[in-house]
């Protein structure tokens, strides 16, 4: 007795059928413990973050159902990224100063800083490179890449400010930085990709800001400008052109996760601003993640913050007054039994014709 999701890919596998469309829910919830919330998610399915500790955030790696808390007592901590094989970087903090780390799966490395008190790392590849910000001997905070064991900054693109908030597997390294050392709050900031030792300018929406949020292996870069409305858009900057990736019907929205696939994960403002809804960005589309979930669920999804390869989405939720990470997971979908026996109807009247066509031939 053949399955319905074998019968399905025999089928495939023959060219008789495409899978249908998706039918809702598409993604199923897994809930995170308590008290914690999500930064990013690898390819193997791992989520890093921050849980509430008597107080305190720790940073904690959440794989396989099982939490590990990588805080230490007396101080905060907060893990920002995950690699592919499973490196963490992120920082601690005290009442005076802060540390990037990198957490090797045994310990938890401090990086050192660009000559000032404080450094936060906030992205990190599979080779261990780490990218993030520091301030240096001036007091000036600086992006920076921490690579073969020694942290440098990587400039800016004119001014005297740079954030480094995430990198690649290639060591390609997406952030934002002040443009001209105008002085004020008005001094124009954008998005770059840093490579090859120089900073490109990703531009803007229209509008005098854009900050990058990651960057995935092919170059693709997710963020968000202000607009020349002055309103703040998430993008996803792609072969060199920075679009914009639109609204759920509010004024804002922010992109925080890529994968491989140019999918895009964020927040969106609702109509009037009154509340914000987690997004996905996919096939030119953005589409509310709380459609794409099972209503019954009673979770309401306010941001994604993470997507990996296998569309498994970090997510941040509400259930009435319990909000915490959620882990979103795509739900398989296989044709409804009719679907089945108009398929396997169909086979036997190609198994059929060929037999036929055989006997024609002998």
């Known amino acids: 007795m053949f399955s319905k999701a074998k019968i399905a890919g025999m089928l495939a596998a023959l060219g008789l059928w495409a899978p249908p469309a998706l039918a809702a829910p598409l993604y199923s919830i897994t809930a995170l413990p308590a008290n914690t919330y999500a930064h990013a998610i690898n390819n ?19 794989s396989g159902g099982v939490l590990t808390d990588l805080g230490a007592a007396g101080n905060m901590s907060s893990a ?13 903090s005290s009442s005076e100063q802060s540390r990037a780390f990198l957490y090797d799966g045994r310990s938890m490395a401090p990086l ?8 936060f790392g906030l992205g990190v590849n599979a080779a261990g490179q780490v990218a993030g910000q520091s301030n240096n001997a001036a007091g000036e905070f600086r992006g920076f890449l921490f690579s073969d064991g020694q942290m440098r900054d ?67 870069v997710a963020g968000h400008s202000y607009t020349a409305g002055s309103v703040e858009h998430a993008f996803l900057y792609t072969d060199g052109i920075m679009i914009d990736l ?7 929205s922010f992109a925080y996760g890529l994968n491989g696939l140019g999918q ?6 609702l109509a009037g601003d009154f509340d914000s809804r987690a997004f996905l960005y996919s096939g030119g589309a953005m589409t509310d993640l709380n459609s794409l979930i099972d209503p019954a669920s009673g979770w309401v999804l306010h941001e994604a913050r993470g997507i990996n390869d296998m569309g498994q989405i970090a997510a941040f939720g509400c259930m009435g007054d319990n909000c915490q990470a959620l882990l979103l997971e795509v739900v398989p979908q296989i044709p409804e039994p009719g679907t089945v026996m108009l398929m396997l109807a169909g086979l036997g009247v190609l198994a059929a014709g060929r037999a036929s066509a055989a006997s024609r031939r002998a």
Do not use: C, K
């Open 264 to 269: 895009v994960v964020g927040t969106s403002g």
């Open 80 to 92: 920002r990224a995950i690699s592919s094989n499973g490196l963490v970087a992120g920082y601690t």
């Open 154 to 220: 990587i400039g800016t693109l004119g001014g005297d400010f740079a954030l480094a908030t995430a990198i690649n597997n290639a060591g390609q390294v997406a952030g934002e930085s002040s443009v001209s050392m105008e002085p004020g709050p008005g001094t124009p900031v954008h998005a770059f990709i840093y490579e090859n030792g120089a900073m490109r300018d990703l531009g803007t929406l229209g509008g005098s800001l854009s900050s990058a949020a990651a960057i995935n292996d092919a170059g693709q």
């Open 246 to 252: 639109g609204t759920l019907g509010g004024g804002r």
């Open 44 to 62: 193997a399915g791992q989520v890093v973050g921050d849980v509430g500790v008597g107080g305190e955030g720790h940073a904690f790696i959440w």
């Open 112 to 119: 050192g800083t660009l000559g000032g008190a404080s450094s």
